[in-house]
């Protein structure tokens, strides 16, 4: 996800941002007081278990079988949880000129409703593990155990959750689980310009440019890298620019939740990535739950972003539970 530049946490505007948080009050929120936490327990076992089934597959670069085999397990889950499912198809063009077979997949929970709010992430693979520090590997598919499948594998168990949830009926939205596609075919850092964004996201580019008709959605809650071991998930920058009421909205729920030790009140870098069209091309406000690691040498995004370590030995199960958890909160909290 993110390339190293304007898709990475922008590194002038990041470093005036983080130098000047610490000295900040916490932002202000909208919610003086705290909702009740919801009844609902999010499994962390069985979304670790989604983050799994994905990745053994391989790795889910463009055009491979291991992502049109990922596209249709991905598809026939969410119908297991009774999401209506629609795919998306487009032929997208690469950086490099390279014709993807892309599919966008939308599952819609409770489609009958008319108010929607909508989860999303990317499932697709990096093809290159750019930013692994054996240069050896530059060339090699990430497994994209969290920057990929950890998202999606959120979604699901939230999707299983309220399907399986007693009062399922009484939701007052409808959620749409939207599975976007080549989003990591972004230039990488050995080609010779590496500076185009707009090579990054190119699935929800082009489900922002052709929303299925009459869509609209309260807001958009992005969940990209949301399994990391030792992740937090500061107030992202173009989140808060965009759509600052939601960034409260959701930092208030995992406070609720008992999560508030990884949504801290601080302000993370700026982001380029899939609510980026969202915001400016669908009109949909949409945030981005994405982690910072402040002490990272390696990468803001942490230790495994874009190397061949983006394995399952890295995803922790209390992350996955805190993301989860504040996303259900959202959801059962909904009016």
């Known amino acids: 996800m993110k390339n190293h530049t304007l898709l990475y946490y922008i590194a002038v505007a990041a470093s005036v941002v983080l130098a000047t948080a610490s000295c900040k009050n916490k932002p202000k929120t909208d919610a003086?007081?705290?909702p009740r936490a919801v009844e609902?327990?999010?499994n962390a076992d069985s979304a670790w278990a989604f983050c799994n089934a994905q990745c053994d597959f391989?790795?889910?670069?463009?055009?491979?079988?291991?992502?049109?085999?990922?596209?249709?397990?991905?598809t026939g889950k969410f119908k297991t949880y009774n999401c209506e499912v629609k795919q998306q198809k487009a032929e997208l063009t690469g950086y490099d000129g390279t014709k993807l077979n892309a599919t966008n997949i939308i599952a819609s929970f409770r489609p009958e409703l008319t108010t929607r709010i909508m989860l999303c992430a990317h499932y697709d693979s990096r093809p290159w593990a750019d930013n692994d520090p054996n240069p050896a590997n530059h060339h090699t598919p990430v497994m994209a155990a969290n920057d990929g499948a950890s998202g999606v594998a959120v979604m699901l168990e939230v999707a299983r959750m309220l399907n399986n949830a007693a009062k399922s009926d009484t939701l007052s939205v409808g959620v749409d689980?939207?599975?976007?596609?080549?989003?990591d075919w972004g230039t990488p850092q050995w080609a010779e310009d590496n500076n185009d964004g707009d090579t990054w996201a190119l699935g929800a580019q082009y489900?922002?440019?052709n929303l299925p008709e009459g869509y609209e959605a309260r807001y958009a809650i992005l969940l990209d890298m949301v399994g990391g071991e030792g992740a937090q998930f500061h107030r992202e920058g173009m989140s808060v620019k965009y759509a600052n009421a939601i960034v409260n909205k959701v930092w208030e729920a995992a406070k609720a939740a008992g999560y508030g030790s990884y949504f801290p009140d601080s302000e993370g870098g700026y982001v380029t990535d899939d609510h980026i069209p969202?915001?400016?091309?669908?009109?949909?406000?949409a945030i981005d739950i994405i982690p910072f690691y402040?002490?990272?040498q390696q990468s803001s995004f942490g230790p495994t972003w874009h190397t061949v370590n983006d394995d399952m030995?890295?995803?922790d199960r209390t992350t996955l539970k805190a993301v989860g958890q504040t996303m259900l909160q959202v959801i059962l909290s909904e009016r």
């Not at 689980?177 to 989003?183: G, K, L, P, W, Y």
């Not at 969202?278 to 406000?285: F, K, S, Y």
Request: with cysteine.
């Open 32 to 34: 003086p007081t705290l």
């Open 40 to 42: 609902t327990s999010f």
């Open 58 to 74: 391989g790795p889910r670069t463009m055009n491979s079988e291991a992502h049109e085999k990922c596209l249709q397990w991905i």
């Open 177 to 183: 689980f939207v599975c976007f596609d080549a989003e």
């Open 207 to 209: 489900f922002a440019a």
């Open 278 to 285: 969202l915001n400016q091309v669908a009109g949909i406000a």
């Open 294 to 296: 402040a002490d990272c």
């Open 313 to 315: 030995s890295h995803i």
